[in-house]
C-alpha cells in the first residue's frame, strides 16, 4: 500500500491547506510539501476544540473507550502504510517502526481498558452528618474531571508512540480532553496518516469534530500560539530542553498560567559495583554497548554515563564496551539536524578538561557511529557542563577512587529519567546507600538490566525531577499518565439528579 501525502492540515474534521508550504527532509525517498501552520490555524483548532469539549468533555466512558479502540483499529488498517512513510522520513528500520506502531495502538486499547474500570476517577464519598456537633457535615463526593482541550507537541525520536496518536494524545482523549497535536517537521507524512486514521474513528464513533485537529509545520510563532491560546488547558511536550523551556516558561508567563508537562532530557547514569563488575564485567560492557548503540542511541532512556571504581577489573568492562562499540556500524539518524547536534556534542566532550577519548569516529552528514570517553570522578565533579545529555550512541565512563567519592557522584546529577544499579549479593550495602539518592533523582530505578526501552502498564513512571520533565509528580508512559489532564471536583450536597453519572454508581 502506497501513501502519496496531500500536505494538508487537520482542523475540526477539515483537511486544510495553507499558502506556505515546507518540503519535508526523507532519508530516503521522494520528497513532500506540506501546508505550514499558522497563529491563524492553531486559532481555529483550539477554538474547534473548546466547542467540542462541551459534548466530549461529558461522554461516557464506554463512548471514549469505543473511540480509543476505532483509532487503534484504523492505525492498523493502514499498517503498511504507515511503516512505508515512516521508514522513509525517519531513516528507522521496518522491525522497529512495526513495534513502535503496536506500542501505538496498544497505549490506545489500554486506555480504553482503564476507563472502563474506573479506577482512575478517584472517586470517594463522606456521608452526611447532620448530628454532628459542634457542626453537622455536608454530604461530599470527590472525582477526577477532564480539564479541557490539551495542545501535544509530536516528538522527533518516536514517529508514532510519542507524537500524532501516541501517549499524551491517548491519555488527553481518554480524560475526556480534545486535543490539538502540533506536528514534527521530521515526520510530517507520518503524521497526517495518523491522523487520517483519527479522522476516520471520529467519523465512525459519531464523535464531535473538533475533537482533534493537527497543524503541521510552521515557525516557534505557531508552537508558541499554541501553547498560549486562552483555551488550552495543558500541553504535552517531548524533545530538546532548550525548546521545553521556552514552552515551558511561556506557560507559566500566560495571565491563565497552566501545566507543561515536558520531557526535556537525560543522561541515565548506570552505577557499576564492585561484584557485579568483577563477576561479570566484560557481559556488562557488552550488554551497555548494545543498549547505547540501540536505534543509533536516540532513546530518551539511553544510558549515556556509567560510573564505577578504578581497578583492573573496570578497565577490563571498559574494554569490553569499546570493543563491542568499536565493531558497531554507522546508523541513519532522524534528521540532519539531530545528526549535527551529535556531532557537535561529541566534540564538546572531547575538549573539556580531563576527557580521555577511547573510541573515536566520523560522522557523515546524517549517520553516527558511537563515541567513548572517559573521566576521573575528581575531573567530573567540578564539570558540570558533562552532565548535559548528548542525544546520540555516546558514552561517558567516569572513574571514582573509592565508594565515598561515587555516592558524590550520584549526588551531583540532576534529575533523571532512570538510574541503574549493576550488582552482585555482596554489594548490597553499597547499593542501600546509593538508593536514597537515585530515588531522589530519577523516576525510574532499575538494578541488573538496562534502561532502554519503557514498558507500557499501570506502574511504569517515564518522568523524573528537572530537567528529566518540567513536572517530577508525573509521567508520560502508563496510565498513570492520565492524571495529567484531569483535576478533583468536590460536590456538595448535590440532589442525585445533578450527581455525575459516575458519581451515581456509588451515590446508592
Same mark, same amino acid.
Given at each position: ?68 479502540? !476505532? ?35 496498544? /497505549? ?72 490539538? =497535536? ?33 497543524? /503541521? ?7 508558541? !500560539? *499554541? ?25 507559566? /508567563? ?52 556509567? =560510573? ?8 577490563? *568492562? &571498559? ?36 576527557? /580521555? ?28 557542563? *558533562? ?15 573509592? &565508594? ?105
Amino acid at each position: 500500500m502506497t501513501f502519496t501525502p496531500h500536505g494538508k492540515h487537520l482542523i475540526a474534521g477539515a483537511w486544510i491547506a495553507s499558502e506556505a508550504t515546507f518540503s519535508s527532509e526523507p532519508a530516503h525517498g521522494p520528497a513532500y510539501d506540506f501546508s505550514l501552520g499558522t497563529p491563524e490555524l492553531v486559532a481555529q483548532a483550539c477554538e474547534a476544540a473548546e466547542e467540542a469539549f462541551w459534548s466530549y468533555g461529558y461522554s461516557t466512558r464506554a463512548e471514549r473507550a469505543a473511540f480509543l479502540n !476505532a483509532i487503534a483499529d484504523e492505525i492498523e488498517a493502514r499498517a503498511e502504510a504507515i511503516t512505508e512513510i515512516g521508514s522513509q522520513e525517519s531513516g528507522l528500520p521496518e522491525a522497529r517502526l512495526k513495534g513502535e506502531r503496536g506500542r501505538t495502538t496498544g /497505549q490506545l486499547r489500554m486506555f480504553a481498558d482503564h476507563i472502563q474500570k474506573g479506577d482512575y476517577l478517584d472517586r470517594r464519598h463522606d456521608a452526611a452528618l447532620p448530628d454532628r456537633a459542634p457542626a453537622p457535615r455536608p454530604e461530599l463526593f470527590t472525582m477526577q474531571r477532564p480539564i479541557g482541550p490539551v495542545a501535544v507537541f509530536g516528538a522527533s525520536n518516536f514517529p508514532l508512540a510519542f507524537s500524532t496518536a501516541g501517549g499524551d494524545t491517548a491519555a488527553a482523549l481518554a480524560a475526556g480532553c480534545p486535543v490539538v =497535536v502540533k506536528g514534527h517537521g521530521a515526520h510530517p507524512g507520518t503524521g497526517e496518516i495518523i491522523a487520517e486514521a483519527i479522522h476516520a474513528a471520529v467519523e465512525k464513533t459519531g464523535m464531535p469534530k473538533g475533537v482533534f485537529s493537527l497543524v /503541521q509545520g510552521g515557525d516557534r510563532s505557531v508552537g508558541q !500560539a *499554541l501553547v498560549q491560546h486562552p483555551l488550552i488547558k495543558a500541553v504535552g511536550f517531548t524533545g530538546s530542553l532548550g525548546g521545553g523551556r521556552a514552552l515551558f516558561d511561556l506557560c507559566a /508567563q500566560r495571565p491563565e498560567p497552566i501545566p507543561f508537562f515536558g520531557e526535556l532530557g537525560s543522561v541515565n547514569p548506570m552505577f557499576l559495583l564492585p561484584e557485579a563488575v568483577s563477576a561479570r564485567g566484560e557481559a556488562l560492557g557488552q550488554g551497555w554497548a548494545g543498549s547505547l548503540a540501540m536505534g543509533a542511541g536516540q532513546f530518551c532512556t539511553n544510558p549515556g554515563i556509567a =560510573v564505577m571504581l578504578e581497578g583492573a577489573e573496570g578497565e577490563a *568492562l &571498559v574494554e569490553a564496551a569499546r570493543a563491542a562499540l568499536s565493531e558497531t556500524g554507522a546508523q541513519v539518524m532522524l534528521t540532519d539536524g539531530i545528526a549535527k547536534a551529535y556531532a557537535s556534542g561529541a566534540e564538546k566532550v572531547a575538549r573539556e578538561p580531563g576527557v /580521555q577519548e577511547l573510541l573515536s569516529s566520523v560522522c557523515d552528514v546524517r549517520e553516527a557511529k558511537p563515541f567513548l570517553f572517559r573521566i576521573s570522578a575528581d575531573d567530573w565533579l567540578g564539570n558540570h557542563a *558533562l552532565t548535559e545529555e548528548v542525544f546520540g550512541p555516546l558514552g561517558l565512563v567516569v572513574v571514582a577512587k573509592d &565508594v565515598d567519592q561515587m555516592v558524590e557522584v550520584a549526588r551531583s546529577f540532576a534529575g533523571q529519567l532512570t538510574a541503574t544499579i549493576h550488582m552482585g549479593d555482596g554489594d548490597a550495602p553499597l547499593g542501600r546507600r546509593l538508593m536514597p539518592v537515585l530515588e531522589r533523582k530519577a523516576g525510574r530505578v532499575l538494578v541488573n538490566g538496562f534502561p532502554t526501552g519503557v514498558e507500557v502498564c499501570d506502574t511504569m513512571v517515564h518522568g523524573g525531577p528537572y530537567p528529566a520533565s518540567t513536572n517530577f509528580g508525573a509521567t508520560s508512559v502508563g496510565t498513570l499518565s492520565i492524571r495529567r489532564f484531569l483535576r478533583p471536583v468536590c460536590y456538595q450536597n448535590l440532589p442525585a439528579a445533578l450527581l455525575p453519572e459516575d458519581l451515581a454508581e456509588i451515590a446508592q
